[in-house]
């Protein structure tokens, strides 16, 4: 094995003209593994602990660009290093049809009158200035950027709530604001169901079974997950669910968020108490008690949380979601007493590859009753710490959105290569047991999954049938008929593939958790 | 109450440009930022300009004013010696900012000798080289002696030299006349034919332009720099429109005023014969209205952008004569039969005067005929124009571009805007072979190195600070 990388001294490409070199590059059948990053401090200690860090790396800067990949040591390299320079000259073809872009905000304000929302998604360390400025021009902030310092967090949402505006984010990959999906959201139904979600993943799970469940979104405001912890103290998600609360469309608020602090959901209750709306909450991982003697109706799933908000955003009784979640637990029941019955003994494990971090949490606490012995990279309830993210242990999870994952390459609703390699590992892992997946579509993911994921499932068809056993895969897809990618569509080729295909991640984690319970007990 | 949810939801979108194709492909209204990071950013400079912001805004508009006020006139011609400020016998002026011998590239180094020879003071290339190497010859920016030249811009004491005055100001600027295409001076050709032509310019060209000049009264080259925007001209890499309206102005002097009627044709063919004769008058239009706006504090505007090939050096009207440096970058270009990239100088000339001044590349949307320097797309064009705006302080008043209805050019670069918005000044240029002599290889584009500006940017508020503390 050999590392190979080239640095562009002072060379600025933007966030999407990287991810496009970094897909291009892990697409070339020498490269083993790579990364294109701007050369930070945090992202040189992210190569050491990868590996990828190389002698040419020591005097690099943050305005400098890095490409660094793993190959065979017989691999060409200057050849591909000669593949790699044309990656990078910039796309003639793009002045084709282009249209003049204005170079900063003051000319856009000027050129687009009655903006009154600036979506940011920069670097974190220049993004946090920008979004200021955004604000002085009174407009309301989506801050799609991470690695914004959390003083400038604060500071950003004081001065907003000061001026009544929204600060959604930072690293807030979702919002639907008047039925317009922002960034990686989804096409769903207008309707009467306000959301307020610290937590992206999740505020797209809800609003598709919303719409899929033929109710609809008034509008989805996202906070970023740092929002509900101590230190910025729910100014946002406070401010969110006030507007929901004033806005005439909404008759029913959803608030969704991994565990708020405890000073954040008191907080909420006080709000919540001068609301004349229902209001439903799914705090991943909070503690019941922390809402007692709240009129909130909580959820312990993202689907339930969705249901309850459909039941009473139509008037219904909210007893009926039991009733809906009683008949589909007796399915999952059966589907696991079926697939499991194929598994052979040493087929033990739950294997979960999640591009959705929000998803890895809820599956990690639904199996704290069932399983023992589950790790993770993002351990959350009973779950233990990997030793070692690249393998897995026992029952893993895995969160591969997580940074660890994603420095240097695009996400991994983007791009799949990662979680790719990593199905075929486990499938080559004679303790797998079930392999659980989500999809996630909608603008801003892959336009064409299945692409990506069907070769893959195949290739692990050869891989068991080769060993004479069967691995069950479960998988939700997360999404909407309106979607470009088409849910239907999706889930239909996925079925068609042998996939087991649920209607959300809380029912396609029960599932894979009772396959792998029931093998674990026998 | 915040009124997103009742208004019709317009984006500006800062980054990955596919969240905003999702949004166009939605038909919601929106603007895609090309956002980049600062060319520099210090907290203490940034707080200088924070702080001084309102005098630095009211020091601006008055060196805008002044720059878009000026009234330039041609009022006559004269030998360098005789007009031009601090002109001396062994003085050389040259492109650029300031430059010794030992660091002069190629082309400038050429043009140097045959200087030195046409003015007799070397017999040859080699003592002429020599006598450059000595410390006899002193060498000293155009820019600091109120004169442009293009290219390697060498003048010495007995080269002719239009005379402009802005009336506005009473300032008075000088330049050399264009010799043409080919092997000349200012690309560093010093051969025979080279050092024959500047000679019948000096007795022949020269004395004929001084009468028709002085016998037809001042002329008005801002009304001929803003026709010429309007027939294709961007007056630094096409002057062929504002050289016909100059020979059609001077020509019936000539033939009026000059008693051998084959010295009056060979004139009028001379002229007629070079469309870039007009570009040494549009660099002393742009230099003698610029120099208006010089010497005011706090003033960020550029006054000066110029090029000796292997500096680029900056200007600012609020530091004085204060020279602000960077390596000269090669252009892109368009390149001649035979040559290349590999051939070609470093940047060279004052002639980006015409740039810091609204015209040549700011100015490029008025010329579709030179689109292919700039890559062959009309469309390109307009927007290297209309970026100008991010990082000018006015609109121009005169010169005017049809195709964006009639758009003031952008004019008064602004040093701050362009490096807060890392936007740097684009200028349309010849390209020069890096060797002396040569002439000529192609005509391209370039952006502005930032070095310079960030430089300038540093001394501003330097400068800023001094005053603060007087």
């Known amino acids: 094995m050999k590392v190979s990388g080239i640095v562009k001294k002072g060379e600025y490409f933007d966030s999407v003209s990287i991810m496009l070199i970094a897909k291009r590059l892990s697409g070339f059948k020498d490269i ?20 990828l860090l190389i002698p040419e ?55 687009l009158p009655g903006a009154n929302l600036a979506m940011i998604s920069i670097a974190g360390r220049y993004a946090g200035d920008v979004a200021m400025k955004s604000l002085q021009n009174s407009l309301n902030v989506m801050l799609f950027s991470d690695n914004v310092p959390i003083d400038k967090e604060i500071e950003l949402k004081t001065f907003a709530a000061d001026k009544g505006l929204f600060v959604m984010g930072p690293d807030c990959g979702t919002a639907i604001i008047n039925g317009i999906p922002l960034a990686f959201a989804n ?8 959301i307020v979600g610290a937590s992206g993943t999740g505020l797209q799970e809800v609003s598709c079974i919303i719409s899929n469940s033929g109710c609809g979104v008034s509008q989805a405001i996202g906070t970023g997950g740092r929002d509900v912890k101590k230190e910025v103290g729910g100014i946002m998600f406070l401010q969110g669910l006030q507007a929901l609360a004033d806005d005439r469309n909404t008759d029913v608020i959803l608030l969704v968020s991994k565990p708020p602090a405890k000073e954040v959901i008191e907080k909420i209750k006080d709000v919540v108490k001068k609301i004349n709306k229902p209001v439903v909450s799914v705090f991943l991982g909070s503690s019941p008690e922390l809402l007692y003697g709240s009129k909130i109706h909580a959820a312990s799933t993202l689907e339930e949380a969705a249901l309850l908000a459909v039941a009473l955003s139509q008037n219904q009784p909210v007893t009926n979601v039991k009733g809906i979640t009683a008949v589909q637990d007796v399915e999952i029941k059966e589907a696991a007493r079926i697939e499991s019955a194929k598994l052979n003994p040493e087929h033990k494990y739950l294997r979960a590859l999640f591009s959705g971090g929000t998803f890895c949490d809820e599956t990690q606490l639904l199996c704290n009753e069932v399983l023992t012995e589950v790790y993770s990279n993002t351990p959350v309830g009973n779950a233990k710490k990997l030793k070692d993210s690249a393998k897995s242990e026992k029952h893993t999870i895995i969160d591969l959105g997580d940074d660890e994952f994603t420095v240097g390459k695009p996400h991994p609703m983007i791009d799949y290569s990662t979680r790719c390699k990593r199905i075929i590992e486990e499938a080559e892992d004679p303790e797998t047991a079930v392999i659980l997946l989500d999809i996630v579509l909608g603008y801003g993911s892959n336009m064409n999954p299945l692409a990506e994921i069907i070769p893959v499932i195949r290739k692990v068809k050869e891989i068991t049938s080769a060993h004479g056993h069967h691995l069950p895969i479960v998988c939700s897809v997360t999404g909407t008929d309106k979607d470009p990618q088409n849910r239907t569509s999706v889930v239909t080729a996925l079925q068609s593939e042998g996939v087991i295909v649920m209607k959300s991640n809380a029912a396609a984690s029960r599932l894979a958790i009772l396959i792998s319970y029931s093998k674990g007990v026998k | ?140 920016p155009c820019h600091e002696h109120s004169t442009v030249g293009p290219m390697a811009g060498i003048v010495s004491q007995s080269m002719p030299v239009f005379i402009l005055e802005n009336e506005e100001s009473g300032g008075k600027a000088y330049g050399t006349m264009n010799e ?24 022949v060209l020269y004395p004929t332009l001084k009468v028709a000049i002085e016998k037809s009264g001042k002329i008005d080259l801002k009304n001929i720099i803003a026709q010429a925007l309007h027939m294709g001209d961007e007056v630094h890499n096409r002057n062929r429109a504002a050289t016909s309206l100059f020979y059609r102005t001077i020509a019936p002097s000539i033939v009026k005023y000059t008693n051998d009627k084959n010295t009056a044709i060979e004139v009028l063919e001379f002229i007629n014969s070079n469309d870039h004769f007009f570009l040494n008058l549009s660099m002393a239009v742009s230099k003698v209205s610029l120099d208006a706006a010089r010497n005011i504090n706090y003033s960020s505007i550029v006054v000066v952008m110029a090029r000796n090939g292997t500096d680029f050096g900056v200007q600012l009207s609020g530091t004085g004569g204060e020279w602000f440096t960077g390596p000269s970058p090669v252009p892109d270009a368009l390149y001649f039969k035979g040559f290349s990239k590999e051939d070609a100088n470093p940047d060279i000339g004052d002639s980006s005067i015409t740039e810091t001044n609204g015209l040549g590349g700011f100015a490029i949307a008025a010329s579709p005929a030179i689109v292919q320097f700039v890559g062959g797309n009309t469309k390109d064009a307009v927007n290297y124009t209309m970026k100008m705006y991010e990082i000018t302080a006015a609109e121009n008043n005169i010169y005017k571009i049809p195709y964006l209805n009639f758009r003031g050019t952008p004019t008064g670069i602004d040093v701050i805007k362009v490096v807060d918005k890392s936007v740097l000044p684009f200028i349309d240029t010849g390209v020069a072979h890096k060797n002396a002599g040569i002439g000529q290889i192609g005509a391209g584009v370039l952006s502005a190195p930032s070095e310079p500006f960030i430089n300038a940017l540093i001394g501003l508020t330097n400068k800023i600070k001094l005053i603060k503390e007087k």
């Open chain 1, 57 to 111: 790396f020591k005097a690099v800067g943050e305005m400098d660009l890095l490409i660094v990949f793993k190959t065979e040591d017989n691999a060409d390299i200057p050849g591909l290093l000669k593949s790699i320079d044309i990656l990078l000259k910039p796309d003639k073809g793009q002045s084709e049809d282009n249209h003049l872009n204005p170079s900063s905000l003051e000319s856009a304000v000027s050129i």
């Open chain 2, 1 to 140: 109450m915040n009124q997103l949810f009742e208004n019709e939801l317009k984006v500006i979108n800062i980054g990955m440009k596919s969240f905003n194709e999702t949004l166009e492909g939605l038909n919601v209204q929106s603007v895609q930022v090309d956002w980049k990071p600062s060319l520099f950013n210090d907290s203490k400079v940034l707080e200088v300009l924070y702080k001084n912001k309102d005098k630095i805004e009211s020091a601006n508009k008055e060196s805008v004013k002044r720059i878009l006020n000026a009234k330039p006139y041609l009022i006559g011609m004269g030998k360098a010696i005789d007009v031009i400020p601090g002109m001396k016998k062994n003085l050389l002026l040259h492109a650029g900012p300031p430059i010794n011998w030992d660091r002069m590239c190629g082309p400038m180094r050429g043009a140097v000798v045959g200087a030195l020879i046409y003015e007799g003071l070397a017999p040859d290339p080699q003592n002429a080289e020599q006598l450059a190497a000595s410390g006899k010859i002193e060498f000293s």
């Open chain 2, 180 to 203: 043409g295409l080919g092997k000349v001076l200012r690309y560093g050709a010093f051969s025979n034919d080279v050092i024959e032509r500047l000679k019948w310019m000096e007795n």
């Open chain 1, 32 to 51: 083993i593994d790579s990364a294109v990053l701007m050369g930070t401090k945090e992202n040189l200690s992210v190569l050491k602990s990868s590996g």
């Open chain 1, 187 to 194: 096409v769903v139904n207008r309707g009467n169901i306000g």
